[in-house]
């Protein structure tokens, strides 16, 4: 076997790189994308990486078994953030122990699961807008709406308490960082939050629910299918990833709408369209950006550049996602585009599980944000919005508005 680390050509820029526009994916990607779109880079950590930008090729990256999840616990990997991959989490996992662990958490994302969770998602959502309405008329979005309607909703598919969402809030801000937390804290933060889900399995073995977590706890003492590990890791993944993204996608694609007048004009003239607006907006604001890494098992050939065995790869999805070859005029938002290809989501085993849950709620959200406050508008220059370049999964710092 080669080398697990083989060394990459200069490297062409350090991922993550900072925006220049809060709301548009860093220049440098898009260079990437115009000029060699499989290219070396340095990840946060150091190590070196090869950045994948094209469509095809992050589609190929994303579902070819030559890009390996699992490779990352092989001596001397390279690592995207500074603690240790969890070997018991699914989204560390190869088939078929993917296929096992996914198989028993679909049950909690079922077609028909998630529309039975529609009037839950459309009464917190009213909930939430009623709120708003009686206090200030302006606030910070991502507190006041996206991030508890997104945790409420995955709250209670999990059968996690919402009670303990200030908890949440830290360890996911540490969960995901790539470079703004020293190592002891992240490390501090999962095992906090490791010791939550461990307390939480055994609340629900006394008191089983109508939740994912109480059905994996009866899978685990009755059928022997799952390790105590793995419903650990696949709860915190679930409630972290589950929310996070939604949050990103829903504050993102408020903004993004607000900045082009006559796509949300369209929706005001036909609110049929805001499931069609939910895929453009998912597709621009892509949670990240980019993916977790992977490491090829051979030397694998992607868009004429051979990427040697045992080598980590970062397949682009933000930036595949403003390919040109796949999606004209690519940086416009276009609610009614033709080319609905979905790269966001991911792609072969690793397909975002929530996909379908994600949509409901940021159709449902989107719509019921911008039919009760028709003046909504954003406080500060669009410019001056922060995007979290330092977190895995990106998203707005914080997002001014106002509704008066």
Not at 308 to 313: D, M, T
Request: glycine letters at 8%; a negative charge.
């Amino acid at each position: 076997m080669s080398d697990p680390t083989p060394s990459c050509p200069a490297p062409r820029f350090t991922y993550p790189t900072k925006r220049t526009d809060p709301l548009v994916p860093a220049d440098a990607y898009a260079q990437a994308l115009r000029e060699e779109p499989v290219c070396p880079i340095t990840l946060a950590t150091g190590d070196p990486a090869w950045f994948v930008a094209r469509h095809e090729d992050v589609r190929t990256a994303l579902s070819d078994r030559r890009f390996s999840r699992e490779a990352l616990f092989r001596p001397g990997a390279a690592r995207a953030q500074v603690v240790e991959p969890d070997p018991h989490s699914m989204i560390t996992m190869d088939p078929p122990r993917h296929t096992r662990i996914r198989k028993l958490a679909n049950r909690a994302f079922s077609p028909q699961r998630v529309r039975r969770m529609r009037p839950y998602v459309e009464e917190v959502t009213a909930q939430l807008l009623d709120a708003m309405e009686a206090g200030p008329p302006a606030g910070d979005l991502v507190e006041i709406y996206g991030r508890p309607l997104a945790l409420r909703v995955i709250c209670r598919i999990l059968g996690v308490p919402f009670e303990d969402y200030d908890a949440f809030g830290g360890w996911c801000d540490r969960f995901f960082s790539l470079t703004k937390y020293p190592p002891e804290e992240i490390q501090q933060a999962n095992e906090d939050m490791r010791a939550y889900f461990a307390r939480l399995i055994g609340h629900r073995r006394e008191e089983p629910g109508d939740d994912l977590i109480s059905a994996l706890v009866h899978l685990h003492d009755e059928e022997g299918e799952l390790s105590e590990r793995e419903i650990v890791s696949l709860g915190a993944l679930l409630l972290f990833a589950g929310h996070d993204t939604t949050v990103t996608v829903l504050c993102a694609g408020t903004a993004t709408l607000l900045g082009n007048p006559d796509q949300l004009a369209l929706l005001r003239a036909d609110p049929g369209l805001y499931p069609d607006a939910v895929e453009e907006l998912v597709r621009l604001n892509v949670p990240g950006g980019g993916t977790a890494i992977r490491i090829t098992t051979s030397d694998v050939k992607l868009g004429g550049t051979i990427i040697p065995e045992g080598s980590a790869v970062l397949a682009s999805v933000g930036t595949a996602s403003r390919d040109p070859e796949v999606y004209p005029d690519p940086d416009r938002c276009l609610i009614q585009r033709e080319q609905r290809t979905q790269m966001a989501f991911g792609q072969g085993p690793h397909f975002c599980i929530g996909a379908g849950l994600a949509r409901l709620e940021l159709a449902i959200g989107l719509r019921a944000l911008f039919e009760r406050f028709p003046r909504l508008r954003l406080a500060v220059p669009a410019k001056e919005l922060r995007w979290k370049d330092f977190a895995h999964l990106g998203g707005l710092e914080e997002m001014p508005v106002a509704w008066d």
